[in-house]
């Protein structure tokens, strides 16, 4: 299994980027998968997820600013993130999400190196 994040970098507050996740070593399409993030010096915080159908689901704090989508044809996770703000500021991971009861965020499998995003001015 490999999952191999890009598209971070240093944004200004309420910019965009676009973070993408490329899969590999496990079926793709029928796999959940999720984005989470890790703030320096806190925890590791759930962002979003995709189930296999495509459903999408949002932690309340990123919805209607940040975009979950899939490409199974290239086995493509990504994240479109707007009205980016300072503390959007983490490294941000892709995983395998495990679905436990299934909800999204939960537990997760494989995890990617994850990339950095920085939203300063």
């Known amino acids: 299994v490999q999952l191999v994040e890009s598209g971070g970098g240093l944004v200004q507050p309420g910019g965009s980027l676009r973070l993408s996740c490329a899969a590999s070593?496990?079926?793709?399409?029928?796999?959940?998968m999720s984005w989470a993030r890790q703030a320096p010096g806190k925890g590791l915080e759930w962002v979003s997820g995709?189930?296999?159908?495509?459903?999408?689901y949002y932690a309340d704090s990123m919805k209607g600013r940040f975009t979950i989508s899939r490409d199974n044809a290239k086995n493509t996770v990504y994240l479109q993130m707007n009205s980016l703000k300072p503390e959007d500021t983490a490294v941000y991971y892709c995983?395998?999400?495990?679905?436990?009861?299934?909800?999204?965020?939960?537990?997760?499998?494989?995890w990617g190196q994850g990339t950095q995003v920085t939203v300063s001015s």
């Open positions: 070593g496990f079926t793709f399409s029928s796999s959940a």
């Open positions: 995709i189930y296999s159908d495509g459903s999408t």
């Open positions: 995983a395998i999400d495990q679905v436990v009861a299934g909800n999204l965020g939960a537990d997760f499998g494989s």
